[in-house]
């Protein structure tokens, strides 16, 4: 599968952004889709994730209760709604694609778990 993240731009602090994953080359459902981000100098980290047919999400604990992960299979495309940015949400943010084996919702947080990336985009909050 081919991932295209888009939707990164620069926004004041306390804005918000919508970050687009469109998807193709096979049936998006069967994927569990997550989100990562990486700051300068830092390595990347689990942001969110979502479950195949979206019933099921998790959240890194920095960005609970402010970013919200979505999906529309119809549309092969997964979401991002980024609200109240903070300066350190700054990143470039990656989506990435995973079968996750076995067929059991059990949230895939780490980097070794997806199987697919997309190229990312950058998400800047001054400050």
């Known amino acids: 599968v081919q991932l295209q993240a888009s939707g990164g731009g620069l926004v004041p602090a306390g804005g918000s952004l919508r970050l687009s994953c469109a998807a193709s080359g096979r049936t998006f459902s069967e994927f569990v889709m997550g989100w990562f981000r990486q700051a300068p100098g830092k390595e990347r980290e689990f942001v969110a994730t979502?479950?195949?047919?979206?019933?099921?999400?998790y959240y890194a604990d920095s960005v609970k209760g402010r970013f919200t992960i979505s999906r529309d299979n119809a549309k092969n495309t997964m979401y991002l709604q980024m609200n109240s940015l903070k300066p350190e949400d700054t990143a470039v943010y990656y989506c990435?694609?995973?079968?996750?084996?076995?067929?059991?919702?059990?949230?895939?947080?780490?980097?070794?778990?997806?199987?697919?990336w997309g190229q990312g985009t950058q998400v800047t909050v001054s400050s």
């Open positions: 979502i479950s195949w047919s979206g019933g099921g999400t």
């Open positions: 990435a694609a995973t079968i996750l084996v076995g067929g059991v919702w059990d949230p895939p947080t780490a980097r070794h778990e997806y199987d697919y």
